[in-house]
């Protein structure tokens, strides 16, 4: 796989769009760099890429400036941690259009996917969907208002799923559904649904919020 990943681009020096994984559900290959793809793994030309890869650093490194002018950029990842060989940083203002979804939960939201977005000042459409661990509240409204719109003065189109759960413990506060919904009153898509359940035995709490129509690509803990 990666023989091909390092040769597409000097047999087709002029691609555009690339979809890069397998169709089948069950023969799902991924791409994973255990040092930062050859040089020969560059495009001038590319506008648009629909890849899976297998972790959070694989991501960074196609966005590395190896595609100067990416414009549209759809990642589905295994798992999402902080990147070890390679920093989170550099602009990256051509970026119009990006779609993020991961499998396993992550804990690592605020170090990971929040800093990735700051550097997409010209973001037009984002969609992510997620699972996080969060510890003192859940994502919700105010959390996606605060932290996302209102740092993305572009941003035109939000579509999420985000399954944020947490350790209950002691906690004297636990939102409930309603408390969850109010803060989505003023959100700019009104369409959105959010539940929010409590499991005593475990200690856990999982709220899940989501647009509609939904685009999930992964479910997670549906009640």
């Known amino acids: 796989m990666l023989n091909i990943c390092n040769d597409i681009f000097t047999v087709f020096t002029h691609l555009i769009h690339l979809k890069f994984y397998e169709s ?20 001038a030309t590319l506008l648009k890429l629909n890849i ?7 991501c960074l490194y196609l966005l590395d400036g190896r595609f100067n002018q990416l414009q549209i950029l759809y990642v589905d990842l295994i798992h999402i941690r902080p990147p070890h060989e390679i920093k989170n940083q550099g602009d990256l203002s051509n970026l119009k259009w990006f779609s993020l979804s991961c499998y396993i939960g992550t ?12 550097r997409m000042s010209n973001l037009e459409q984002l969609g992510l ?3 996080v661990f969060v510890n003192k509240t859940f994502i919700d409204g ?3 208002k605060r932290n996302i719109i209102n740092c993305m003065p572009r941003l035109s189109q939000f579509i999420f799923y985000f399954d944020s759960y947490m350790y209950t413990g002691n906690k004297l506060y636990l939102p ?12 700019p898509n009104n369409n959105i649904i959010s539940y929010v359940d409590y499991f005593p035995e475990g200690q856990e709490g999982r709220c899940h919020i989501y647009s509609y129509p939904s685009l ?3 479910y997670s803990f549906i009640t």
């Not at 804990?107 to 700051?118: A, G, K, R, V």
């Not at 409930?176 to 959100?187: G, P, R």
């Open 142 to 144: 105010n959390h996606l």
């Open 216 to 218: 999930m690509e992964y």
């Open 52 to 58: 899976r890869l297998q972790c959070f650093d694989d």
């Open 176 to 187: 409930l559904t309603e408390d969850i919904q109010h803060a989505f009153i003023d959100f």
């Open 107 to 118: 804990h690592y939201y605020d170090e990971t996917i929040l800093p990735l977005l700051y």
């Open 129 to 131: 969907y997620l699972s």
């Open 24 to 43: 089948s559900y069950k023969n799902r290959i991924r791409l994973f760099f255990d040092d930062p793809p050859l040089s020969t793994f560059r495009s």
